[in-house]
């Protein structure tokens, strides 16, 4: 039995089965454009997306960035 816990994405809960790295989280969304992450009310650079690890109770933002004209 998998004991879930929640982080909030975007505004909304989310379950989080297990601790996992941002990187980890955006392949599970199957986020792969450039994307502005925020974790509990910080901006994160590309190359910490290996190095921070989300834990349940988290807040993060995810946008993505398109291109237009």
């Known amino acids: 039995m998998t004991n879930l816990s929640f982080?909030?994405?975007n505004g909304q809960e989310h379950p989080l089965s297990t601790?996992?790295?941002i990187r980890e989280?955006?392949?599970t969304l199957q986020?792969?454009?450039p994307v502005v992450v925020?974790?509990?009310g910080t901006a994160l650079l590309p190359q910490q997306f290996d190095k921070i690890t989300i834990h349940p109770g988290d807040q993060l933002e995810l946008v993505a960035i398109v291109a237009g004209g």
Do not use: D, V
Request: proline share 7%; glycine share 6%; net charge neutral.
């Open 38 to 40: 925020e974790h509990n």
């Open 31 to 33: 986020i792969k454009g």
């Open 19 to 21: 601790p996992c790295t």
């Open 25 to 27: 989280l955006l392949n």
């Open 7 to 9: 982080i909030t994405l």
